[in-house]
């Protein structure tokens, strides 16, 4: 069964993680790189599961592994072999699931959370290639090349025990129908699509998020569509869009509201127009049941979702 479908018949809301670079990065990883956290993978697994241990703790009901940008392609431009490159993609799903584990295992009151999920990152290829191309989606690949470049990463996710797909900042349609080729191949396995947004109604290419739901809709294995790494003032009405043309669970994750410059790999110090867990709490209300934080975001963010989510 969907496992996404199953918590939410049982609970009003899943909650998801936030930021894993930000964590990272304040406990002094330099993810200048085009790896990004994937290069922690392979440099202090320890310091991915004590990130996913503090957001289990704040209340999340999902942890996003470190895979975003984890391919064979990228580790083995960095010198490893293409076996050293599958165990780390398996690793990262694998780090997840054991701080799932070890934080269930010692939670004393289960009564009002279900046990999390483990939901495998796939980055779109845009990340691959780390240069802003997940916020605009002109790839020069056709979808069968997309299939191709999802394919082996995915089933190294899935071999690994992920309890489901996370595919994410998808910047194009395109990507979406690849992807869902490639899970054609792996029956009773589930991913949430989601989407990097332009404004609140089209998605980075300038598709009509709408008719990536509408889609979406019609495929068995999208357990839940949506959008994440994308400004919070858009989300209102890209949950209305998605909606419109959608049955399945609708999930938002967007960054704390600062923006980012992809040449210098910089954010702005700009504050939040809003307060992030208002806002949570008005996207839900308006139809979003799965929600978290991307970029920027904190445990405390999560925390504040939690608080007002689990009353």
């Not at 304040?26 to 241990?53: F, T």
């Not at 299939?147 to 082996?152: E, G, L, N, S, Y």
């Not at 489901?164 to 990507?175: F, K, N, Q, V």
Request: glycine share 6%; net charge negative.
């Amino acid at each position: 069964m969907n496992p996404i479908e199953q918590i939410l018949t049982d609970y009003p809301i899943l909650i998801l993680d936030g930021a894993m670079a930000t964590e990272l990065e304040n406990y002094g990883c330099n993810l200048n790189d085009r790896l990004w956290s994937a290069k922690i993978v392979l440099e202090n697994p320890d310091l991915i599961k004590k990130v996913h241990l503090d957001y289990f703790q704040a209340g999340a009901d999902c942890a996003i592994t470190a895979s975003y940008q984890a391919t064979i392609e990228g580790y083995r431009e960095r010198g490893l072999t293409e076996e050293e490159a599958i165990s780390l993609i398996g690793k990262s799903v694998r780090i997840s699931a054991d701080a799932r584990d070890e934080f269930w295992a010692n939670l004393k009151d289960k009564s009002n959370r279900p046990k999390p999920l483990v939901a495998a990152s796939v980055g779109p290829y845009g990340a691959f290639l780390s240069d802003g191309s997940e916020y605009r989606g002109h790839y020069s690949l056709s979808e069968d090349e997309l299939v191709a470049f999802h394919k082996d990463r995915i089933r190294v996710l899935v071999e690994a025990g992920a309890d489901i797909l996370a595919c994410e900042t998808l910047p194009c349609l395109t990507e979406a129908k690849a992807i869902i080729k490639v899970l054609k191949e792996f029956p009773g396995v589930y991913a949430w699509f989601s989407f990097s947004a332009k404004d609140g109604y089209h998605i980075s290419d300038g598709e009509r998020i709408s008719s990536c739901a509408e889609w979406l809709d019609g495929e068995e294995q999208a357990a839940a569509i949506g959008i994440n790494c994308s400004a919070p003032e858009f989300i209102d009405s890209l949950i209305k869009e998605v909606g419109s043309q959608s049955s399945k669970p609708i999930i938002v994750y967007p960054n704390s509201g600062e923006e980012y410059d992809a040449a210098s790999k910089t954010w702005s110090e700009e504050p939040s127009a809003n307060s992030f867990s208002a806002n949570t709490k008005r996207w839900h209300e308006a139809g979003a049941q799965i929600i978290g934080g991307c970029c920027r975001t904190t445990p405390e963010d999560i925390a504040a979702i939690t608080a007002w989510a689990r009353k």
